[in-house]
C-alpha cells in the first residue's frame, strides 16, 4: 500500500573484485514515466488488444456467479414493486381528459362549434405532458437515482421505461381524442392530428427543456411557474383562424417536425446528463 | 475477490475540483475513508460506484474500466448513499423488493434474503411499517440492508452509522468487520473510532487529494512525539486555542487538562503522549496537504 516508498538499492563486489556500491534512487512517477516512454515504443495490434479485452471480459463474467433473474421475470418483479401511484393518476389523468371532450360533445354537438371543439382537443392533451414530466422526475431527481444508478436494472433503462409507458398512454388519450372530435365535427384527422400534436410537443419540448435547466428541475413550483406561461402563450399562438386554413398545414406540419427535432434532442442531452451522473447528486462533495 | 485500481483520477464540477490526482488499489479488506467535510469522500465513492464519471483518470475493475463492465460491475456492488431518497408510501418490505427487482434477484432469492437483512438489521418487527413513518437511523438501516441484498464483493458505505445510537454502531461496526473478510469493503466516515476499530487500512483525504494511504500504524507515526498533554490555568487556553491545534481538552477545577498536536513542546510542563489514530488524522489534516 505505502507508495511512497522509495526502493533503495546497493550493488556490491562484483567478480573480478571491483567494488560497485550504487544508491538508485526512484520516486513511483519517474517509475511509472520510464515505463510508459517503454511501452510507447512497443507497436500495438489492436485485434489481439480487443481479443485479450474479450477474453478478460469472459473471465470477469465467469468469476462472478451471482443469481440473476431472466429478463421477462425481472420486467413482471420490476412492475409488482415499482411505485404506482403516479401512472395509475396518468391513466386517471387520461380518461379524465377523454371524458370532458365527450361532455363538451354534448354542449357543443353543431358543425358551428367545430372551433370550440378542435380547441378542446388542443389544449386538454397538454395537461397530460405534466405527468409525464413528474414521472420521469419522480424516477431520476427524487432522490432514488443515485442509488438505482448503482443497480443491475440501471436508471437509464428506469427513464427509458418511464418515458416508453408515459409516452404510450399519452398517445392512445390524443389518438382516441383525435378520433372522437374528427369523426363527430367531420374534420381530417391529418388535419386535426397536426392541430392537436403541435401543441402537446410544443409544451413536452418545454417541461423537458426545464428539466435540464438544475435551478428549475430541482423545485416543482419554480418548474410550473415556467410552464404556466408557455401554456398561455401555446393557447393565445393558436387562436388566429388564419393558422386554420388549408394553406397553413405546411406550417403545421413544419411546426411537428422541428418539435420531434427539438424534443429528440433534449432526451439525448438529458439522458447524456443521465450518464455523466451530476444531476443525480447536486452535493458535489 | 477483486480489486479496484484508480489511476490519476480527477473530478471537476465547473471551477471546483472534488478529487485531485487519486491513484491507489484497493483489494479485499476494510478501508476506512477519512477526511473533512467537502473533502472529496463521497464524490470519490460516487465515481468508484459508476455515478459520476470521472473528468479524467481510470477505474478499473481487475483491469477492466468500470465503464466497460456496466452491468456486471454493478452486480457485484452494494451501495449505501450518504441521503439516500425512498418512495416514502413504501413499507420496509416492498422498498427491499424494488431494489431486488433493480439488481436483478430472482424473486425466491430476494425473499429469503430479504427476511435474514431485516433480521440482521433489526426491522423485522417493522418490515410492513411505512417508510415515512422510520426514525433516521431505522432508515439508515435499511439502507444498510439494501446495500447488502446482492450479497456484494464491493461494498461501498458512506456514513453508514451516522444517525444510529451507540448499541446499533457497535453492532454495524461488527457486521461490516466481519463482512471485510472476504470483499472489498470502502467506508467512509467522520466517526474516526469506527474506522479505528474495523478498518484494516485508511484513506486520508483533504482538499480532493489523498494524503494518506496505508495501515493505521503508518498514520499514527506519521504524529509520532507530537502529541502533548498538560495542565494549564484557564487563563492560558484561549491563547494555547489560537497557537497550537487542541486535540481534547477537559476541565479539573481551576485547571484545564489539555491534549495538543504540535511538533514542538507548547507548554512548559508538557508531557508527550500516546498518539491516537484522531490525533494522527488531526496532525495530517491541519499540517499536511494542500488548500484550495
Given at each position: 500500500?505505502?507508495?511512497?516508498?522509495?526502493?533503495?538499492?546497493?550493488?556490491?563486489?562484483?567478480?573480478?573484485?571491483?567494488?560497485?556500491?550504487?544508491?538508485?534512487?526512484?520516486?513511483?512517477?519517474?517509475?511509472?514515466?520510464?515505463?510508459?516512454?517503454?511501452?510507447?515504443?512497443?507497436?500495438?495490434?489492436?485485434?489481439?488488444?480487443?481479443?485479450?479485452?474479450?477474453?478478460?471480459?469472459?473471465?470477469?463474467?465467469?468469476?462472478?456467479?451471482?443469481?440473476?433473474?431472466?429478463?421477462?421475470?425481472?420486467?413482471?418483479?420490476?412492475?409488482?414493486?415499482?411505485?404506482?401511484?403516479?401512472?395509475?393518476?396518468?391513466?386517471?389523468?387520461?380518461?379524465?381528459?377523454?371524458?370532458?371532450?365527450?361532455?363538451?360533445?354534448?354542449?357543443?354537438?353543431?358543425?358551428?362549434?367545430?372551433?370550440?371543439?378542435?380547441?378542446?382537443?388542443?389544449?386538454?392533451?397538454?395537461?397530460?405532458?405534466?405527468?409525464?414530466v413528474f414521472e420521469f422526475r419522480q424516477?431520476?431527481?427524487?432522490?432514488?437515482?443515485?442509488?438505482?444508478?448503482?443497480?443491475?436494472?440501471?436508471?437509464?433503462?428506469?427513464?427509458?421505461?418511464?418515458?416508453?409507458?408515459?409516452?404510450?398512454?399519452?398517445?392512445?388519450?390524443?389518438s382516441a381524442a383525435i378520433i372522437l372530435?374528427?369523426?363527430?365535427?367531420?374534420?381530417?384527422?391529418?388535419?386535426?392530428?397536426?392541430?392537436?400534436?403541435?401543441?402537446?410537443?410544443?409544451?413536452?419540448?418545454?417541461?423537458?427543456?426545464?428539466?435540464?435547466?438544475?435551478?428549475?428541475?430541482?423545485?416543482?413550483?419554480?418548474?410550473?411557474?415556467?410552464?404556466?406561461?408557455?401554456?398561455?402563450?401555446?393557447?393565445?399562438?393558436?387562436?388566429?383562424?388564419?393558422?386554420?386554413?388549408?394553406?397553413?398545414?405546411?406550417?403545421?406540419?413544419?411546426?411537428?417536425?422541428?418539435?420531434?427535432?427539438?424534443?429528440?434532442?433534449?432526451?439525448?442531452?438529458?439522458?447524456?446528463?443521465?450518464?455523466?451522473?451530476?444531476?443525480?447528486?447536486?452535493?458535489?462533495? | 475477490?477483486?480489486?479496484?485500481?484508480?489511476?490519476?483520477?480527477?473530478?471537476?464540477?465547473?471551477?471546483?475540483?472534488?478529487?485531485?490526482?487519486?491513484?491507489?488499489?484497493?483489494?479485499?479488506?476494510?478501508?476506512?475513508?477519512?477526511?473533512?467535510?467537502?473533502?472529496?469522500?463521497?464524490?470519490?465513492?460516487?465515481?468508484?460506484?459508476?455515478?459520476?464519471?470521472?473528468?479524467?483518470?481510470?477505474?478499473?475493475?481487475?483491469?477492466?474500466?468500470?465503464?466497460?463492465?456496466?452491468?456486471?460491475?454493478?452486480?457485484?456492488?452494494?451501495?449505501?448513499?450518504?441521503?439516500?431518497?425512498?418512495?416514502?408510501?413504501?413499507?420496509?418490505?416492498?422498498?427491499?423488493?424494488?431494489?431486488?427487482?433493480?439488481?436483478?434477484?430472482?424473486?425466491?432469492?430476494?425473499?429469503?434474503?430479504?427476511?435474514?437483512?431485516?433480521?440482521?438489521?433489526?426491522?423485522?418487527?417493522?418490515?410492513?411499517?411505512?417508510?415515512?413513518?422510520?426514525?433516521?437511523?431505522?432508515?439508515?438501516?435499511?439502507?444498510?440492508?439494501?446495500?447488502?441484498?446482492?450479497?456484494?464483493?464491493?461494498?461501498?458505505?458512506?456514513?453508514?452509522?451516522?444517525?444510529?445510537?451507540?448499541?446499533?454502531?457497535?453492532?454495524?461496526?461488527?457486521?461490516?468487520?466481519?463482512?471485510?473478510?472476504?470483499?472489498?469493503?470502502?467506508?467512509?466516515?467522520?466517526?474516526?473510532?469506527?474506522?479505528?476499530?474495523?478498518?484494516?487500512?485508511?484513506?486520508?483525504?483533504?482538499?480532493?487529494?489523498?494524503?494518506?494511504?496505508?495501515?493505521?500504524?503508518?498514520?499514527?507515526?506519521?504524529?509520532?512525539?507530537?502529541?502533548?498533554?498538560?495542565?494549564?490555568?484557564?487563563?492560558?487556553?484561549?491563547?494555547?486555542?489560537?497557537?497550537?491545534?487542541?486535540?481534547?481538552?477537559?476541565?479539573?477545577?481551576?485547571?484545564?487538562?489539555?491534549?495538543?498536536?504540535?511538533?514542538?513542546?507548547?507548554?512548559?510542563?508538557?508531557?508527550?503522549?500516546?498518539?491516537?489514530?484522531?490525533?494522527a488524522y488531526l496532525y495530517c489534516i491541519?499540517?499536511?496537504?494542500?488548500?484550495?
Amino acid at each position: 500500500m505505502n507508495r511512497h516508498k522509495n526502493p533503495n538499492r546497493k550493488r556490491t563486489a562484483d567478480k573480478k573484485g571491483f567494488r560497485l556500491t550504487q544508491s538508485i534512487q526512484y520516486s513511483d512517477h519517474a517509475l511509472k514515466s520510464m515505463f510508459t516512454a517503454a511501452d510507447a515504443l512497443l507497436p500495438i495490434d489492436e485485434t489481439r488488444r480487443a481479443g485479450t479485452c474479450r477474453l478478460l471480459q469472459h473471465e470477469f463474467r465467469s468469476r462472478t456467479v451471482r443469481p440473476l433473474q431472466d429478463n421477462r421475470l425481472l420486467f413482471v418483479s420490476l412492475l409488482r414493486y415499482t411505485d404506482r401511484h403516479l401512472p395509475c393518476l396518468h391513466l386517471l389523468g387520461c380518461i379524465a381528459m377523454l371524458l370532458m371532450l365527450l361532455t363538451m360533445s354534448l354542449y357543443f354537438p353543431t358543425p358551428q362549434d367545430a372551433g370550440v371543439m378542435v380547441f378542446a382537443s388542443m389544449t386538454l392533451p397538454c395537461f397530460l405532458v405534466f405527468f409525464s414530466v413528474f414521472e420521469f422526475r419522480q424516477i431520476c431527481f427524487a432522490g432514488m437515482g443515485e442509488l438505482s444508478k448503482t443497480c443491475f436494472f440501471h436508471i437509464r433503462q428506469l427513464a427509458a421505461l418511464s418515458m416508453i409507458f408515459s409516452g404510450i398512454l399519452n398517445l392512445i388519450a390524443v389518438s382516441a381524442a383525435i378520433i372522437l372530435v374528427g369523426r363527430q365535427w367531420k374534420i381530417r384527422l391529418l388535419h386535426l392530428g397536426l392541430y392537436v400534436l403541435v401543441p402537446f410537443l410544443f409544451m413536452q419540448c418545454v417541461c423537458f427543456g426545464c428539466m435540464l435547466l438544475e435551478k428549475i428541475r430541482r423545485h416543482t413550483w419554480l418548474c410550473a411557474a415556467f410552464l404556466l406561461p408557455a401554456a398561455v402563450f401555446c393557447l393565445a399562438a393558436f387562436q388566429r383562424p388564419a393558422l386554420y386554413t388549408e394553406s397553413a398545414l405546411f406550417f403545421w406540419a413544419a411546426a411537428l417536425f422541428a418539435g420531434i427535432v427539438i424534443f429528440a434532442g433534449e432526451m439525448k442531452l438529458l439522458f447524456a446528463k443521465l450518464d455523466k451522473g451530476e444531476i443525480l447528486c447536486t452535493d458535489w462533495n | 475477490m477483486h480489486r479496484l485500481e484508480l489511476t490519476d483520477l480527477n473530478k471537476t464540477f465547473r471551477n471546483k475540483t472534488a478529487v485531485r490526482d487519486i491513484s491507489v488499489s484497493l483489494e479485499h479488506g476494510v478501508y476506512g475513508l477519512l477526511g473533512e467535510n467537502g473533502a472529496g469522500k463521497t464524490t470519490l465513492m460516487r465515481m468508484l460506484c459508476g455515478i459520476l464519471e470521472p473528468t479524467s483518470g481510470t477505474i478499473l475493475c481487475d483491469g477492466i474500466p468500470i465503464r466497460q463492465l456496466g452491468g456486471d460491475y454493478r452486480m457485484l456492488l452494494g451501495y449505501l448513499p450518504q441521503d439516500f431518497g425512498y418512495y416514502k408510501e413504501f413499507t420496509a418490505l416492498r422498498f427491499l423488493h424494488y431494489m431486488a427487482a433493480l439488481k436483478a434477484l430472482p424473486e425466491e432469492y430476494a425473499h429469503s434474503r430479504i427476511e435474514e437483512l431485516l433480521e440482521l438489521v433489526d426491522l423485522t418487527a417493522e418490515r410492513k411499517h411505512r417508510l415515512k413513518t422510520f426514525s433516521g437511523g431505522m432508515i439508515r438501516r435499511i439502507g444498510i440492508a439494501q446495500a447488502l441484498l446482492n450479497d456484494p464483493e464491493i461494498l461501498m458505505l458512506d456514513e453508514p452509522t451516522s444517525g444510529l445510537d451507540p448499541g446499533e454502531r457497535v453492532r454495524f461496526r461488527n457486521i461490516i468487520s466481519s463482512l471485510g473478510k472476504n470483499r472489498l469493503v470502502l467506508l467512509s466516515t467522520h466517526i474516526v473510532s469506527d474506522v479505528e476499530y474495523i478498518a484494516d487500512r485508511i484513506l486520508l483525504m483533504k482538499d480532493g487529494s489523498l494524503l494518506h494511504a496505508g495501515d493505521e500504524s503508518l498514520l499514527l507515526s506519521k504524529a509520532a512525539g507530537c502529541v502533548w498533554k498538560c495542565l494549564v490555568p484557564e487563563a492560558q487556553v484561549e491563547l494555547l486555542e489560537r497557537q497550537r491545534l487542541i486535540g481534547n481538552l477537559r476541565h479539573h477545577g481551576p485547571e484545564v487538562e489539555l491534549r495538543i498536536i504540535s511538533a514542538e513542546k507548547p507548554w512548559p510542563e508538557a508531557e508527550p503522549a500516546e498518539v491516537t489514530l484522531e490525533d494522527a488524522y488531526l496532525y495530517c489534516i491541519k499540517y499536511t496537504g494542500r488548500r484550495r
